[in-house]
């Protein structure tokens, strides 16, 4: 079949794959595409996504979640809670590269960063603080932020049946100060086996990681789904549990090690990007109706 990559959202998406397969072509590694493609849109204070010009959180910092898999050597690298250090998903990989750990949280994983030459950076753009600034007079609570889509997560696919998945995000915007979503959290935000596929996810971190959204798309690709259904199970799954997970928006998407790709999502509103060969289109995903 073919090199695939799929990425989140409308906006941040497109440059994210066209990133990933420039990277590809020019003789990058499958998960280093990936990292390229996050990597672009950290760096674009344009994309309020992920990054540079992220959303803060309730104090109006940046806290910043990543992570990455490798679906060979099933090796994770994942940070939380880490301010000022762009680009965050490198910082990641350090983790996956260089210390036999999984996750590193917060001022420990900035020191980490240090360590390893990472320059430590004020990550506000004028738009992010102009919306923090609107935000804190408003009062406006979390009901807001998860209208923000403030995460970038990428899966890709090559011959002959290798997987990837990487995750990068500021997390919900006006977060409370310390919360983890499911963005850095293996299995939750995302997961890749070569034996199955890989998935990535976006949306309410809550309800992603409780239903474990990553994990289920690609187990129910283990047992024979196809990418489209098994992503559209994980997401009935959920909502057939727990009904009111349909009220905010979450997503869960893949592609299978055999190269077929699919997305789910719990109410309307999710676009994703898809680079087959270089050819780049995006999706509109329509909520999953029980
Ligand atoms: C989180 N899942 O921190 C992230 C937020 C997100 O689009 O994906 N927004 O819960």
């Not at 998903?89 to 420990?108: C, F, N, W, Y």
């Not at 020191?111 to 753009?125: D, K, P, V, Y």
């Not at 890749?192 to 474990?212: Q, S, V, Y």
Request: contains cysteine; hydrophobic residues 40%; proline residues 3%.
């Amino acid at each position: 079949m073919s090199t695939v990559f799929v990425s989140t959202w409308l906006d941040a998406g497109k440059p994210c794959v066209q990133r990933a397969w420039q990277s590809y072509q020019s003789g990058s590694d499958l998960l280093t595409a990936c990292e390229e493609g996050l990597i672009a849109v950290e760096q674009d204070p344009a994309y309020q996504a992920i990054g540079l010009g992220g959303l803060p959180n309730a104090d109006g910092d940046q806290e910043l979640d990543a992570g990455l898999m490798d679906g060979t050597t099933l090796k994770v690298g994942a940070v939380c809670a880490v301010r000022g250090v762009l680009p965050v998903i490198s910082l990641a990989r350090k983790v996956m590269d260089e210390t036999p750990h999984v996750l590193i949280a917060g001022d420990q994983a900035r020191r980490f960063a240090e360590q390893h030459g990472f320059e430590i950076r004020n990550l506000h753009s004028e738009n992010s603080l102009k919306k923090f600034n609107d935000w804190r007079l408003l009062r406006r609570e979390a009901e807001v932020a998860h209208l923000t889509h403030d995460t970038v997560t990428i899966v890709g696919r090559e011959e002959p049946g290798h997987v990837v998945a990487a995750c990068s995000t500021s997390g919900l915007a006006w977060k409370l100060p310390g919360r983890v979503g499911d963005s850095p959290i293996v299995g939750a935000g995302y997961y890749a086996d070569d034996e199955a596929g890989a998935a990535g996810a976006t949306g309410l971190g809550e309800d992603i990681w409780r239903h474990m959204l990553s994990y289920r798309a690609v187990e129910n690709m283990r047992s024979g789904m196809n990418a489209m259904e098994s992503c559209q199970e994980a997401v009935r799954r959920m909502i057939r549990r727990e009904p009111r997970t349909a009220e905010h928006i979450s997503v869960v998407f893949g592609v299978s090690n055999k190269g077929d790709w699919g997305a789910a999502a719990s109410k309307d509103g999710f676009t994703a990007w898809v680079c087959i060969d270089g050819l780049i289109e995006s999706h509109q995903i329509p909520g999953e109706k029980l």
